[in-house]
């Protein structure tokens, strides 16, 4: 509320936020009873709707029943059917899961257990990672290292061990200047190159979304991409990592993105919506004989955290995956998926501002442009979409910003809203997004 006096470091520093009172389907409520149709399902987190009872009752009962016990003493019901649960439906053997409580934590875990399986295996020397340009895994160092957002690593670098990163699949501004098709997937080709130069025998990983997320606003990969670094991941003994923190959970229309493409990774990391966005949860999946390997080779994973495979977030994850089940949502992310890419076409296609629409399931993105023919972007110093965003909240309508698509211009919105939104609600977001951008962009 403005005005109040508050004693949080909020993520903002600038004015006063709203204060969030409640939830309920795609809507948040603020304490002066303004209604947001959450269009973003916050960062891409709530997958399931607002306010879900059956997680709510979930967590009730297992903060009842054992709040903690620690993981090293005790594995608990919650983390083994939680565990099960998604086994179920990771692709090929990922079929051991690990549990921490974020995003980052989880592809930290990754990015060290990949050097531990090699070291398991004989080949402790393998240890440097590979990631992307233009892709985002986290706030912790390493998961930092491995991103590769410059407004976000810049000012942290010199304190980064750094990964190696190579250009993204955004065909779009192709790093290389190529068209698709005809390309000969050049950027996937950079990881061979790379893993050459460097010498095999020191690399241990590639990570990569599969999909990009906030970074590129929703990038699909383009076809043959995935198959094909898998393929040289394998044939250079690299480990392959899928960061599904946003792209699982049903994001893209099918359980995880690896298995829409139809590529199994070595691990795979989760997070954001695998309690919904209830309590804080992530988890990394690792290939049964690699877990054999660690197993066999050193006994021990060295590593841990205090609220690891905590119970009550495994019960939270749990009632969540249910609920993906039990009312057929990931099937409805695909279906209304296409129905909002459809309406988001339809409604901004025409805009001489709007560059591009792209995306798969419910993970939408709309990218602005300066200019329509050359795809020149706005100067960052305009802030673009700054403007979009606070036009659409202002209207009571939650996106999600993209910025720095373009070296470090660029600007996109993502469309990314709970599973369980109905048509007339995508038709109300694509029509206030056209609106927005005639009223802001002239
Ligand atoms: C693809 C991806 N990986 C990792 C993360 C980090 O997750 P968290 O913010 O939960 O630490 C994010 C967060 O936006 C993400 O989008």
Redesign the pocket.
Known sequence: MPGRKSSVFSRRLDPPLPVAVSGEGVWIVDADGKRYLDASGG?VVVNLGHGRKEIAQAVGEQLGRLYYAHPTMFTCQPAEDLAAALAAHTPGDLNRVYFMT????A?ETAIKLAHQIHQAQGRPEKTILISRWRS????TMG?LAAAGRPAFRVPYMSMLHDAVHIPPPYCLRCSYGLKQPGCGLRCALALDETIQNLGAQVVSAFLI?PVS??TLASYPPPEGYLALVREICSHHGVLLIF?E??TGMGRTGSWFAGGRYGVTADMMTM??GLTGGSLPL?AVAVREPLYQDLKSGLGAFSHGGTYSHHPVGCAAGLAAVRILEDEALVERADRMGQFLGGKLHEHLDDSPFVGDVRGVGMLWGVEFVADKKTLAPFPRSEKVTERLWSHLFDEGIIVYKAVGLAGTHGDALVVSPPFIIEEEQILRVAQAIKKAVVEVLG
């Open positions: 960062a974020s995003g980052s934590e592809n985002y895994h986290g706030l998961a979304e997320g906030a960061d923190v946003m997070g954001k992530s």
